[in-house]
């Protein structure tokens, strides 16, 4: 199918400050999926956004030619008519309506009456999770009783329901199983064959290659040269066109010598959210030392977030344990507690857990260590200002200015802003649960460098990651998680992936 079905020309946006979007060119066919990359801040979710109709005419320069006809679109409502879908990063759903209702909001089925058709509803709702392998889910359930990866699939069958010619799909993978992302492909395959075009969004570079059919790369808000077909370009060549320079090393991991045990956790336990009775973390025991990174690994649901949630104290008299850093225990009923002993978290998720997203860039990396900043009882603001420009100048945040919204930054640059808060407190030990989520490869390779210079200033880390090659590339050790349990204990360098897996899975016994 070599019908083009999308055009955008000479597209260009500004916002105060920044031109995001300058001459940008694209290209999508009938029955493909385009890839389109770069790193964050890049342009990418911008540009998607102009097609969108999430940035209404005339707001942005260029022309949107789709199926021959020139179009400008004044609301998301306009792009959709057109045939426009998007499945956004960010999760969009609205926690406290039931799974049916967030996939059809605003286009409930209604009967003779003008009222809604709760059982159409329902059964319309079921017929597309069953579409994506998930027909388990209870249509009627509220979504905030979900996983955030069975939210994720909520999200692509809520996109699927409008029936869109033109699909986005802005990295939909990020929060899924292997499991669930394999699902997700072959509703993608089904598609294709359908005729929809899809754009498609990931720092994922084995997924592109798996599911793409030709790439375009953005850089700085510019097109890097033209669309061109997937398998003409090695991953090695398709980074240099998104950083503008060679990574040598993904993971460049640095050895350094094991010192002192920093953090000591002893018979851990979380109670189950949804479940009383019922734990979520059932007693989980480990060391973290100086000199090194401790990876956990593990599906899914298998409690990692839970596990670290609860030692950081966001549980209370949920979580039961013994946490001990530097030979002291810690209390945990709070995160106040921990923070004052030490314990740094960066949370899964940004916007709900980890950012104000309507305060501005220095309000957010301060907001972990005011008292820092506070003398006879008034807040040095010089200070702030010039602590957040060390910060953003350190972790390479591009932003317009030190005041502007965090919700105005892109995905990436906002998870900047989250380490560079919990940096700022000075922790003995930093806990990370997906850092590199949504971060283009540009800015994991800078955040595996921060990490090496934060574990040879002495922090010892802990991190959380889905990617395995991530865990396997810049961990010392890797405790492998089960069903809340703790299945393994392992050093990196002497395990490979298929044994994690075999743990993770629960194949193999605790060793």
């Given at each position: ?20 979007l ?16 770069g ?12 097609l969108s ?14 199926k ?12 959709e ?34 009222l ?69 492909f ?44 997937i ?19 993904l993971?460049?991991k ?16 979380v ?7 019922e ?19 593990g ?71 005011l ?5 006879l ?66 800015a994991?390779v ?9 574990v ?19 961990s ?25 897996m ?10």
């Open positions: 199918m070599n019908e083009v079905i999308l055009e955008m020309k000479a597209i260009g946006k500004e916002f105060p400050g920044v031109r995001a300058d001459n940008v060119t694209l290209t999508a066919r009938k029955g493909e999926v385009l890839a389109l990359v790193e964050n801040g890049a342009g990418k979710s911008t540009l998607m956004k102009v109709g999430v940035w209404a005419h005339p707001s942005y320069e260029g022309e949107i030619i789709i021959g006809e020139t179009r400008k679109f004044h609301s998301t409502g306009d792009a008519r057109a045939g426009i879908g998007i499945i956004y990063q960010e999760l969009n759903l609205i926690q406290d309506l039931s799974v049916a209702e967030n996939i059809f909001l605003d286009r409930q089925p209604v009967n003779r009456l003008g809604i058709d709760w059982d159409r509803l329902r059964s319309d709702s079921l017929k597309l999770l069953e579409e994506l392998h998930i027909g388990d889910i209870d249509p009627m359930s509220p979504v905030k009783e979900l996983t955030v990866g069975k939210q994720q699939m909520v999200e692509i069958a809520k996109a699927l329901s409008q029936k869109a010619d033109i699909l986005i799909l802005d990295e939909p993978t990020s929060a899924l199983t292997d499991r669930e992302t394999d699902e997700l072959k509703v993608i395959g089904k598609l294709k064959a359908q005729g929809v075009c899809m754009i498609y969004i990931s720092h994922k570079m084995e997924e592109l290659k798996q599911i793409a059919d030709r790439i375009q790369v953005l850089r700085d808000g510019r097109t890097i040269g033209e669309s061109v077909p398998g003409e370009l090695t991953i090695d060549e398709i980074i240099s066109r998104m950083v503008g320079r060679d990574l040598k090393t993971y460049p640095q050895e350094f010598k094991r010192g002192k045990k920093v953090l000591e956790v002893k018979d851990f336990e109670d189950h959210p949804l479940l009383p009775g734990k979520i973390v059932h007693d989980v025991s480990f060391d973290l030392y100086q000199g090194e990174i401790l990876g956990i690994a599906l899914m649901g298998a409690g990692r977030s839970e596990l670290v949630m609860g030692i950081f104290g966001a549980w209370g008299k949920s979580a039961r344990g013994k946490v001990m850093v530097d030979g002291r225990e810690v209390k945990f009923s709070s995160p106040k507690d921990t923070i004052e002993a030490g314990i740094g978290l960066v949370t899964e998720d940004r916007k709900l857990l980890g950012l104000l997203l309507e305060q501005d860039l220095i309000f957010n990396t301060t907001l972990a260590s008292d820092r900043f506070v003398k009882g008034v807040l040095d603001q010089y200070q702030e200002r010039k602590t957040t420009e060390k910060y953003v100048g350190e972790l390479g945040v591009k932003t317009p200015s030190m005041d502007v919204k965090i919700a105005n930054l892109s995905g990436g640059n906002q998870q900047k802003v989250v380490i560079g808060k919990w940096l700022n407190t000075h922790p003995k030990v930093l806990i990370l649960d997906e850092p590199t989520r949504g971060i283009d490869i540009g994991k800078e955040i595996y460098k921060l990490m090496n210079r934060l040879e200033q002495g922090v010892a880390i802990v991190m959380i990651s889905s990617e395995l090659p991530e865990i396997m590339g810049m010392d050790r890797i405790l492998v998680m089960c069903e809340g349990r703790l299945s393994a204990d392992l050093t990196c360098a002497q395990t490979s992936k298929e044994q994690v075999e743990y993770a899975t629960g194949s193999s016994g605790l060793k």
